[in-house]
């Protein structure tokens, strides 16, 4: 993945704290995610089971629906950024206005872009209060009913490394990436850039089970019509804002 998660390391060697500077970076994670739909359709068919049947088409049509207001809520960050590479979007974040405040895009009017973002994330990654796929008192246990052992276990850490990769991807666009106070000797400076990007990733991950254990779930109905009557409309004045203050 083209994930970085810090600056550059100089020695004898410039060392990018990445795998790889994809230019395309971020079109590319969002690719590889939106696969996961087909896994979970063909999970709840193939188990031979009617809940997981159901389970399986709630799911992808929770994912469909939501995907299209997460890409919309992330094109605010493009239009700003000028380009699709993370690095770049997370350079574009650096400085501060009025003397303190970080540059950072969810507080340069991104904020509706996250809150998008964000709801959207819950719905793909069928977490609480979205997580229909799984509600246990009407479907069991959704689309893995029929599955244990490994191949649960292989569904469980896709859904939480699927949370981990939502968590990465926000901090890299709204919140400045690797970016946050630097100071000490030379080698602190170079570990600082880690712990702040790990620490933004933490306090996303917090909020994910702060939420799962406060709120309670949606009706199907209601999930569906949030997603089509409010957060698609909402997403898509975010972006028509942005693109007119930008090129205002």
């Known amino acids: 993945m083209p994930f970085h998660w810090g600056g550059t390391v100089i020695g004898p060697y410039r060392i990018p704290l990445q795998i790889t500077d994809v230019n395309t970076g971020l079109l590319l994670i969002l ?3 939106s696969i996961g739909v087909y ?6 068919w193939s188990s031979n089971n009617k809940y997981s049947l159901l389970g399986g088409l709630r799911a992808s049509a929770q994912m469909v629906s939501y995907e299209i207001s997460l890409g919309l809520s992330l094109v605010g960050v493009l239009i700003m950024s000028s380009s699709f590479s993370l690095r770049a979007i997370v350079d574009a974040q650096a400085g501060h206005f009025w003397g303190f405040i970080p540059r950072w895009n969810i507080f340069t009017g991104q904020f509706i872009g996250f ?3 964000l709801i959207a994330a819950y719905a793909e990654t069928n977490r609480i209060p979205f997580d229909l796929p799984e509600a246990e008192t009407e479907l069991v246990a959704g689309y893995h009913t029929e599955y244990s052992a490994m191949k649960f276990a292989m569904f469980f850490m896709a859904e939480y490394a699927n949370m981990i990769t939502v968590a990465c991807l926000a901090t890299l666009l709204f919140f400045g990436g690797w970016r946050g106070p630097i100071f000490g000797p030379r080698i602190l400076q170079v570990l600082l850039p880690l712990f702040w990007f790990g620490a933004k990733v933490f ?19 209601q999930l569906m019509a949030f997603g089509w ?4 409309p909402l997403s898509i004045a975010n972006l028509v804002a942005t693109a007119i203050a930008v090129a205002w």
Do not use: N
């Not at 896994?39 to 709840?44: F, I, Q, R």
């Not at 306090?203 to 109905?221: E, S």
């Open 31 to 33: 690719g590889v995610t």
């Open 39 to 44: 896994g979970v359709a063909l999970a709840g």
């Open 115 to 117: 809150f998008c973002y």
């Open 203 to 221: 306090a996303f991950l917090f909020l994910y089970i702060w939420v799962r254990g406060t709120l309670p779930r949606f009706r199907y109905d």
């Open 229 to 232: 009557k409010f957060l698609l």
